[in-house]
């Protein structure tokens, strides 16, 4: 299977990449994310994304 194009502004089957990536331990949002966000590279999302960095905007306008 070829790998699709990284644009992270359009919607894409995140799970189910994973699941295709995970074999026979098929992706489990509630046991899985927790141990994938913990990987999670904020500042490479924050550079990559713009809704991520329109987001962290509004938390940003909200919390002063």
Known sequence: MPEKDFEP????????WLSERMGANRYRETTDQPAFAAL?????VH??????????????????
């Not at 502004?9 to 189910?16: Q, S, Y």
């Not at 999670?40 to 490479?44: C, G």
């Open 9 to 16: 502004e359009i919607a894409r089957d995140a799970k189910g």
């Open 40 to 44: 999670l590279n904020l500042q490479l």
């Open 47 to 64: 550079a990559r994304s713009r809704s991520f960095r329109k987001l962290c905007g509004e938390w940003t306008k909200r919390m002063a």
